[in-house]
């Protein structure tokens, strides 16, 4: 446990050793804050809710989030650091999970600094609170699955861009699934709605914290985390 | 630790990559303490026979024990023993030389307690006093060669693993290595490998020579030199001399097995000798065909000359 302790101080420390760290979070919350004001309108509509900010923010985190995922492991193969890591007495499980959570603290730190946002509110109007702490869990827990997709597509290759691009497509698609449900024939429709993490995350953001929806990102998760550990492993294959 | 038994033992060890063979059945053993040179030409395989070893990759057949380890079964503590450099020194640039000391020695699992005295010794060994504070990015190559080894022996490890240690060094630099590998060479088991005979022939005990993936040549460099290499003496004669008679009597001097004409002189290939100076038998030769003779000298191959030999690809290999 050490060992991914080391792996995700390194790693998070990595992020503010150069300017990329501050310049997505940044981005990030200049994004979010754009959409939240001038798209979703919300000082125009006078509501005090964070309605806009929930329905936009599953979507800015397919952008922001492979961003901050891209270079986890894509960085190492080319600059060759892998090999020195994966030398040395530590498990493939110990650098993953340690990147993985380094990658989710940096994704946590810019949502926790949209706490603004609420608290703003609150000046305002009389905000429901409740929806607000069950809408931010949501939303980090969104960010962990993210994350975890994000880390996968970093593992498949050593070029960080395209790392980006399969994670944002994988995101994406999800997200979009999500808008499109009501679209679909009925058939279809539970079973991407199953799928869709947007879903799960509008239930949670609605204050109902049920189990299934935490099963399924913990699945998601797991699953993405296992892949990418089995896509580290595979050079120790024959 | 002084001991001869076998610290690794490699057996038959083969690398494929779809269809081409990178390795090809190399066996060989190493003992404690023993410094072995990995030579051979680019591509020959020396770089995937290491990444084998430190558990980077898993060989397609054959095995390896380092420390009487499976490298398979105890891949992590077989990466315990084991100070690994790879080639091009890869570092994290980011970081201050103390911190990527720091986090070498607690993923090498270092005691955190004995972790600022070793930081301290490896520093020490490797002349990194000066620059702990800057980052790794900021060094100059010889220094970030000197991190490299630095987090390599961070936590004393039996056994050293070496990539082209001085690949992109300048001569004064490559000297330091030289000898803070032999300094380090004294009580552990080094391999390294390198295209630069020198460093190999300053360095190391032992030399193994691989060539398209197979291994082509092993013992001292005095045992490989002296099987594969010859003993020459070259001879020049003043003009006036004809060709085809020189070669003709020369020829017929015992021992002298071939005679070529090259380097404006001609090249004697010698053989059986058993340490006789056969220089003043030839130098007789010369004197009663009555030529003037303006320069005679011994020139054994070495190292460079076995290497070109040996790895060379097509009639070249026929000459002497």
Redesign the interface.
Known sequence: M??TL??FR?EL??YF??PIGHIVVTAFLVGIAYLWIEVSQVFVEGEASLRGYFYWAPFIFTLFVPAVTMRLLAEEKQ???L?????????DWQVVLGKFFAGLAVIALAVVLTLVFPLTLSQFGDLDWGSVVGGYLGLLLLAAAYVAIGLMASSWTSDQVVSFIIAWGITFSLWLFGKLIPLMPAAVAPIVEYISLDTHFSNIAKGVIDSRDIVYYLSLIVACLFLAVQSLDS???? | MTTTEAVIRVEKLTKRYGAKEAIRGISFDVPGGQVLGFIGPNGAGKTTTM?IL????????GSAQVAGLDISAH???V??K?G?L???T???H??TVLEFLQ??A????VDPERRRDRIRSASDVCGLGGVMAQRVGELSKGYRQRVGLA?ALIHDPPILILDEPTSGLDPNQIVEIRELIKEIGREKTVILSSHILPIVEATCGRIILIHRGELIADGTIDDVVREHGEERVFLRLADGAPAEQVLDRLGGVEHVKGCRAADDGYLLALEGRDGDDLRADIHGCVKDNGWTLLMLESRSTGLEDVFRKLTAQGPEADQM
């Open positions: 050490s060992n080391t792996i390194r420390g990595s050793n150069s600059n060759g650091t090999e020195l890591l994966i030398t040395m007495p530590v498990s050079r120790r294959w024959k | 990444k430190t558990c980077f990759i898993a060989p397609t057949s891949s992590l503590e990466r315990r084991i690994y790879p080639e091009d890869p570092l994290y980011d970081l986090f070498a607690a993923l090498r699992q987090q």
